[in-house]
């Protein structure tokens, strides 16, 4: 009979196996647990390793928190890391590691074990036309088999992602076939990015305050909690080189000067017309050109209304993409509402798919994803996505082991 053990180990000790495993993510990181410990309200989380006998089987991250003031709860997202295909069928593995789980919870006081892995359960095109439904059922009987109550799976994005749109890039060869894979519309919108001469830079340690800054505007537009500055400091500082901060930017200056050369050109193609005999199809002409002048005069006229303060350089986007073993993953950031048209967040996803391709990643991770009813008018955060092609997945959901009957009644009572 084999021998479950949990042992305790640093993030530098867990940063040395948390590769090893078929399933990784970032959330289930040495790097992440020090971006944890390392806030300005440190959180209370713990690098855990996973023995049977002698070898390491598995680990997790797990995260301490209050639940109703008095009770802890332990939450452990997106994990843990486990070779879940390999043991998927092993009975006694399942058994004797979730029996070692929950006594070594046990020992810390826990009331309430809660445990969300990273596998899908079900995955729908971009049509929402379901591809694959009810994966990984050995996983939900097993954990169930140890008296784990299946929480349901959802589409909540808070407080952490159980559904998220993922694009596949295995299979694909070159940038020419990846941006086929792309809606056409949005193949238009990375072309048409071109004219305006889009630069994309990535910011170093000490200018994250200038994604943070957009980062907020956007959270506030959109009603949701703003992290703290440090978060995103302690994400570059432990994730290095992993942590892309990019911002897109555009010489506002020089595009302007363009939008001018061109009204300059109307100008002059109306007074070459105007020069000529005046036959009812040159009238015509004239007053398409004038009318065309006039539209393009008013975009003008708007277009220097949106930059208010002058600057020559501009910031439309910023985005933090974190980069996995398999993945690369679209995790936070936002635009300028007023320079949205601009496609900055466009631009900066096409560079980073292209990095995951060149890189041989498994997939582009769009992330949390909502608004998914709002395609249907081909607008929110779920169509913006699926314009990039890939599949709307649903993680398989929690699994929860209560030990304290007085929280399970307060949960009940709470709803």
Known sequence: MSNFYIKEA???EFFQVENDFE???FLQSGEFCQVQL???VPRNNQCL???RDSQIVGGCVVHYQRRYKFFLEAVINHGPLINYAENSKDSNFWSGLLSALKEYFKSKN?????IAPYLSYRKRNESLEIVVDEENPEIIQAFQSSHFKHLGVTNDIIPVANQMFIKSIEGISTEDELFETIDAKTRRSINKNLEYNIRIQELGL???DKFYEIETATCIRKGFDIQEFSYFYNMKKYFGDKAHFLLATMDFDEYTSRLKCRLEDFDKEIEKYEAMEQRAKIQRKVKTLKSDRNDFFNKLNRTLALNDTGEQIIPLSAILCIETRDEIIYFAGGSYEKFMRFGGTTSIIWLMLKKALKDKKKAFNFYGTMEV???KSSIGNFYFKSQFGGQL???IGRFQFTYSPLFKLIAKVKG
């Open 206 to 208: 000490e200018e994250i």
């Open 38 to 40: 390392n806030r300005d």
């Open 10 to 12: 640093s993030p530098e």
């Open 49 to 51: 390793l996973f023995y």
């Open 393 to 395: 997945v649903n993680l």
């Open 110 to 114: 826990v009331a309430n074990l809660v």
């Open 373 to 375: 009813d709002d395609a």
């Open 23 to 25: 399933v990784v993510n």
